[in-house]
């Protein structure tokens, strides 16, 4: 069974950055025909997605997000990764990564979702 | 890229069916037939529901199912039962490449 686990820091002072990795357990990303993503949620508040990534070439950004935000991907270490920079409160919200499926190669669903890790924005 | 519109909450009694609509633009919904649903219950991640419009993923009840007519997509529940009891979100693909959620609907069991 797919699972995805997300990690960073809980807290991150306005200006700095955000930086989040998802590890993949179960499956191997390498090789993998599926795109994987980030999607955030602020406190009693609704999904937005964030960026998707296939590999070093292909990946996608939220326009509203994209001059702030770089996805990466380690297939070595099964992991895909998140920086957002100059945070401020507003990108306080719970981060979840995400497996693009069941289609392959395509971003339109997410069919696996990590349990989300609470990233709260203050000094 | 604008959140597509879903109706802030939706009431149904056990045993009823509820609709939900996800309303976008040709950009969006009314563009591809790549709409899909989730359900979220309280400190939960996301389920996915229904994808690309009508399909459901293995292991989810034939009582959710999904349709579209020009830029409105709807998620409609059979049968409701308590445990339908949760917060509902349809996402789309936009003609950017992107992809967008719409607001959420909580859904609450009478």
């Known amino acids: 069974q797919l699972q995805l686990q997300e990690s960073g820091p809980g807290l991150v002072k306005p200006s700095e950055t955000l930086s989040l990795t998802c590890t993949v357990s179960g499956g191997s990303i390498s090789g993998s025909t599926y795109y994987w993503g980030w999607i955030r949620q602020p406190p009693g508040k609704g999904l937005e997605w964030i960026a998707s990534i296939y590999n070093i070439w292909s990946s996608y950004y939220n326009p509203s997000l994209k001059s702030r935000v770089t996805i990466s991907i380690d297939t070595s270490k099964n992991q895909f990764s998140l920086k957002l920079n100059s945070v401020t409160a507003a990108d306080t919200a719970v981060y979840y990564c995400?497996?693009?499926?069941?289609?392959?190669?395509?971003?339109?669903?997410?069919?696996?979702w990590g349990q989300g890790t609470l990233v709260t924005v203050s000094s | 890229q604008s959140a597509l519109t879903q109706p802030a909450s939706v009431s149904g009694s056990p045993g009823q069916s509820i609709t939900i609509s996800c309303t976008g633009t040709s950009s969006d919904v009314g563009g591809y037939n790549y709409v899909s649903w989730y359900q979220q219950h309280p400190g939960k991640a996301p389920k996915l529901m229904i994808y690309d419009v009508t399909n459901r993923p293995s292991g989810v009840s034939n009582r959710f199912s999904g349709s579209k007519s020009d830029n409105t997509a709807s998620l409609t529940i059979s049968g409701l039962q308590s445990e339908d009891e949760a917060d509902y979100y349809c996402?789309?693909?936009?003609?950017?490449?992107?992809?967008?959620f719409g607001g959420g609907t909580r859904l609450t069991v009478l």
């Open positions: 996402s789309s693909l936009t003609r950017n490449t992107a992809l967008v």
């Open positions: 995400a497996r693009h499926g069941p289609v392959l190669n395509a971003i339109r669903t997410f069919d696996y």
